[in-house]
Structures are given as structure tokens and as C-alpha cells.
């Protein structure tokens, strides 16, 4: 049978939940790559793997284990924020994150993630740079002023 793994990912590590025998299985692994292949060995081929995109930290392990045809659902952190609302949890702490994703996840039709293509990629980190360039001309001529 399949399970639902939800996942809190930071910057040194990711917190994985997942219930198991109707009992919740929590662990930690390191946001690496040695922490990625330990993690893929609790993974079966027909299991979901739910995460939020949370900052830059969730790209490397979610490419990862797409790379690796695993089935992946990346959430906006509103959706999880909302849900967890509606189910008046206070506790917010890596262990209770990765539950209530993995509980999400056991409620909701989930979607498979994909990556972005590298062009895609390309284009925003241009009109990041373009933006910034923006703002600095822009501070530049306030200065000027003063």
C-alpha cells in the first residue's frame, strides 16, 4: 500500500512524516545529497512525497527525487498555512509541519511536480537582475536629490 510522505525542509535539514501501521513515523535527514539517497530508501515507487516550496530549500531535494520518478506534490505554504488552520493546530515546529503536510496530502488530490525548464529558469533570473538594476538606478537618482 502506498503512503503519504509529508516533508518540513529548511536549510540543514528535512523533517519526514509518515504514518505507518496507524502509527506517525517521524525522521531527519540532512538537506544534502548523502541525506537525499538515505531518504530514498523509505520510498516506495507508488508512494507521495508532499512538500511545500518553501524558499530555495525545497528545489535541490524535489529535483532529486523527480530525477529519480518518484511521485512529488510541491504545495504553496498558504495552502498547508490554511489547512492547519482549519484544524486549530497551535504547535508549529519542524515534526508537527511535516505531519499536518502528510495529512494534507492524505486528504487532497495531489499533483505531480515537475520542474521548471532551464530557459524558464533563465528568463526569471534575468528579470530578477533587471529588477534589481531597477531599484539601484532608482536609489541612485533619489540620492542625487538629497
Avoid at 512538500?51 to 498547508?80: D, K, R, W
Avoid at 530578477?128 to 536629490?145: S, W
Wanted: charged share 25%; aromatic share 12%.
Amino acid at each position: 500500500m502506498s503512503k503519504i510522505i509529508g516533508i518540513d525542509i529548511s536549510k540543514q535539514t528535512f523533517d519526514v512524516s509518515y504514518l505507518e501501521k496507524d502509527k506517525w513515523i517521524h525522521k531527519i535527514f540532512k538537506n544534502q545529497n548523502r541525506g537525499f539517497e538515505q531518504f530514498t530508501k523509505l520510498i516506495g515507487t507508488s508512494d507521495w512525497i508532499v512538500m511545500e516550496a518553501s524558499g530555495p530549500y525545497y528545489v535541490q531535494l524535489a529535483t532529486f527525487l523527480h530525477a529519480s520518478n518518484f511521485n512529488v506534490c510541491v504545495l504553496n505554504p498558504l495552502i498547508i498555512r490554511r489547512y492547519s488552520q482549519t484544524r486549530l493546530y497551535r504547535a508549529k515546529t519542524d515534526k508537527k509541519d511535516a505531519k499536518t503536510i502528510a495529512e494534507y496530502g492524505a486528504q487532497y488530490e495531489l499533483k505531480r511536480w515537475c520542474p521548471e525548464s532551464k530557459p524558464s529558469i533563465e528568463i526569471k533570473q534575468l528579470y530578477t537582475a533587471l529588477e534589481l538594476l531597477k531599484k539601484q538606478k532608482h536609489q541612485t537618482k533619489d540620492t542625487r536629490i538629497l
